[in-house]
């Protein structure tokens, strides 16, 4: 069974430009939530989605948003990108019950210039 | 505002030492759980706490939950380089994962 794939692995962007992440969660799993990781702050909870609808969100701008597909892949973006948003983007993804294990990809890093 | 505080945040031991890390808060958790991160990596989940006094163990973990449900422990017997990594505690609220700063170890061969 395939884990959780995201992509792109890498990307540099510039102050002021907008980014657009991806996650497809493991077959089956209707549950998908973002983390973001930073060496400052550690893992932030940013949202989370069950089929389609965002169930929780974290304490973070407008800037951030996401959503969810009919087959549960999910896309995140940051818009109008700052310097502190430079950081490592997890998404996890789960059945979709209250304590239900999560998997994690591998990330996407995120590096603004 | 980190609710979990862990401890210590870098641990650096020798292959075959033991290494104990800490997760402390001042409010109540109804679970627990105990991630690994290595580098370029996700975090894993290793183990789920529930019961107040509990222990768990995994292979050469120990993992255990304070009896009022507000600190668990996590010790690692004879520590191999393969330990290396970043450990996590989160508990998990409202579909989301809250976690600690978590406890950098490096085990040197």
């Known amino acids: 069974k395939a884990g959780v794939t995201q992509t792109p692995r890498y990307l540099i962007k510039t102050r002021g430009q907008q980014v657009t992440l991806s996650c497809s969660p493991i077959?089956?799993?209707?549950?998908v939530s973002w983390y973001q990781q930073t060496p400052g702050q550690g893992l932030q909870f940013l949202f989370e989605?069950?089929?389609?609808?965002?169930?929780n969100k974290g304490n973070f701008p407008g800037r951030f948003s996401g959503r969810q597909f009919s087959n549960s892949r999910s896309e995140m973006n940051v818009s109008t990108l700052e310097l502190g948003d430079s950081a490592l983007y997890l998404c996890?993804?789960?059945?979709?019950?209250?304590?239900?294990?999560?998997?994690f990809g591998s990330g996407t890093q995120l590096s603004v210039l | 505002t980190q609710l979990l505080e862990q401890s210590p945040q870098f641990l650096s031991i020798q292959e075959g030492e033991n290494l104990t890390v800490y997760c402390n808060s001042s409010?109540?958790?109804?679970?627990l759980q105990w991630y690994r991160q290595e580098p370029g990596e996700g975090p894993v989940l290793l183990v789920t706490?529930?019961?107040?006094?509990e222990v768990k163990k995994l292979k050469r973990l120990t993992f255990q939950f304070g009896d009022a449900r507000k600190d668990s422990s996590l010790h690692i017997t004879a520590a191999q380089p393969g330990d290396t990594g970043l450990y996590l505690c989160?508990?998990?609220?409202?579909?989301?994962?809250?976690f600690g700063a978590g406890t950098t170890v490096t085990v040197r061969a």
């Open positions: 989605y069950f089929s389609e609808t965002q169930r």
């Open positions: 706490v529930v019961t107040g006094g």
């Open positions: 989160a508990r998990s609220n409202d579909y989301k994962l809250s």
């Open positions: 409010s109540v958790f109804s679970s």
């Open positions: 996890a993804s789960s059945l979709g019950g209250a304590n239900e294990k999560l998997f």
């Open positions: 077959s089956g799993h209707r549950s």
